[in-house]
């Protein structure tokens, strides 16, 4: 799913551009701002360091920031980049559904949760059990798969999907707004049970090709 592209905010479209040179420097082949090439980055990602955390906080800044455009151009959504530090700038979609792309980055290169930077995906309060749910119910992953980028897209992609149609069911309608910055906070509950039926539609509409990761 494709979604119309604005503008990202200046300092991140820098730093993206600067993950698409290095990739070039490195392997010879330039990333396209899409899913298609994004094995590419997570190749390039396997050969970074892990072990200086320098080059590791270099790279994790300027990979997320293209993670997060890639991200943004798919599923739509936004930049927050409030915090003072760049590495603790994240990605909102039109759920709530939220994460630091720089996290994700530096996770794939150390293989890791790090405890410096935040891995893991959010979502405001009463969205999180429906993620929660919907990634109990999402199939084991070998480590590497759990890391990659790929995996990372392909579990927001699900999770976010899901909670779409969740959202549908909270306020009763055929589907969210993708340029909406977040559901509506104050839309009428959708019990947690919902997810199963949710999730089971859309696996059947992913058959044979699922991708997965808890």
Not at 62 to 70: K, L, R
Not at 172 to 186: L, Q, S
Request: aromatic share 6%.
């Amino acid at each position: 799913m494709e979604t119309s592209v604005v503008a990202a905010p200046p300092r991140v479209a820098e730093l993206a551009r600067a993950a698409v040179e290095y990739v070039k420097r490195a392997i010879g082949l330039e990333l396209a701002y899409d899913s298609d090439t994004l094995p590419l980055l997570d190749h390039y990602l396997r050969t970074v360091p892990d072990d200086q955390p320098a080059t590791v906080e270099l790279v994790a800044t300027t990979s997320g920031a293209y993670f997060g455009e890639v991200v943004r151009r798919t599923l739509g959504g936004r930049w927050d980049t409030s915090a003072d530090d760049i590495t603790d700038w994240r990605i909102v979609l039109p759920t709530g559904l939220n994460f630091s792309p720089a996290g994700f980055a530096a996770a794939a290169i150390v293989r890791a949760d790090l405890d410096d930077l935040d891995t893991t995906m959010d979502a405001p309060p009463r969205m999180r059990p429906f993620v929660e749910q919907t990634l109990a119910r999402m199939g084991d992953v070998t480590e590497d798969d759990y890391y990659s980028l790929c995996g990372r897209l392909d579990t927001l992609e699900h999770v976010h999907e899901v909670l779409v149609a969740v959202a549908a069911k909270m306020m009763g309608t055929k589907g969210v707004d993708e340029d909406d910055d977040e559901v509506d906070a104050e839309a009428p509950d959708a019990d947690v049970a919902d997810v199963a039926d949710v999730a089971d539609d859309l696996d059947e509409e992913r058959e044979p090709d699922k991708g997965s990761m808890n």
